[in-house]
């Protein structure tokens, strides 16, 4: 049994010093941009950089567009499938897998056939049409996680007796989605938005493709010239999704603990 410990211990430390090790060695690196002396001016230059400014700026307003097509999507579909359509399942989750096998540059390549300036469909010739086609792509590269949060809310509440309450009180398909469901389901939803808030922040292929001015081709084109900023970015980038994933961990102590029911 005390063997059994000692060895679970080596292989905890191991795993530790792979993770630790390269993150202090970035942190150190980012902090010696003044020779001879630990200084956060690789920090300074980095947040004070107008186009590091503008190109946040951009993906957090991108991410807060795909998170409300997510939730606009993915909840009455859920909802739906879990309610109505419950031999659909097997089939939406394959679909909501395929964004993780089908690499983001075929996804933009198609894109970018099928809605350049020459298609009927010509949304690449516009800003406001490209962005919103961007929106669109990192919609479905989020659909795992947030079909997934989702599904996983509404597991733990009472679907089919809340809908058939609400219905009974009067209550239309659009106000039980929106007053009945969404409320119960609201901390998986949270969750599923801060996933997607990451993935945007960091998405590059996209953006570089479809020529955005995104927070992820800001970073590679800083590392492309830089020597210092790029790991001060790093460790920028990194606060910012453990931040989320922590974000994740303190809301899930509010979820509902209730046990599945059959719906």
């Given at each position: ?5 000692f ?7 191991l ?43 951009y ?8 998170i ?27 679909i ?34 490209t ?14 996680y ?6 996983t ?13 609400a ?11 929106t ?8 901390i ?39 020597a ?9 980038a ?20 209730s ?5």
């Amino acid at each position: 049994m005390k063997s059994g410990k000692f060895w679970a211990w080596v292989v905890f430390a191991l795993g530790a010093a792979y993770f630790f090790i390269p993150l202090i060695a970035t942190v150190e690196f980012s902090m010696r941009m003044r020779r001879g002396v630990y200084s956060l001016d690789a920090y300074k230059v980095v947040l004070g950089d107008a186009r590091f400014q503008a190109s946040f700026g951009y993906s957090v307003l991108a991410a807060v567009f795909t998170i409300i097509l997510g939730v606009l999507i993915v909840v009455p579909a859920a909802y739906w499938i879990r309610l109505r359509l419950p031999q659909l399942r097997p089939i939406v989750e394959f679909i909501t897998l395929l964004p993780l096998v089908i690499p983001a540059i075929v996804i933009v390549f198609g894109y970018i056939r099928m809605y350049g300036s020459n298609s009927p469909l010509p949304f690449l010739a516009s800003d406001t049409g490209t962005n919103a086609l961007l929106v669109i792509g990192y919609a479905t590269l989020s659909l795992p996680y947030m079909y997934r949060a989702v599904d996983t809310g509404l597991r733990t509440i009472d679907v089919r007796t809340l809908t058939e309450a609400a219905q009974i009180l009067g209550a239309g398909w659009s106000t039980i989605i929106t007053r009945v469901i969404l409320p119960n389901v609201l901390i998986a939803v949270l969750s599923g938005a801060f996933l997607t808030f990451a993935i945007v922040i960091g998405e590059f292929t996209m953006a570089s493709l479809l020529n955005r001015p995104a927070f992820g081709p800001y970073l590679q084109n800083i590392g492309a010239n830089r020597a210092y900023e790029p790991a001060a970015l790093a460790i920028i980038a990194f606060a910012i999704t453990w931040g989320c994933m922590s974000l994740i961990q303190i809301l899930s102590r509010f979820a509902p603990r209730s046990a599945n029911r059959p719906n």
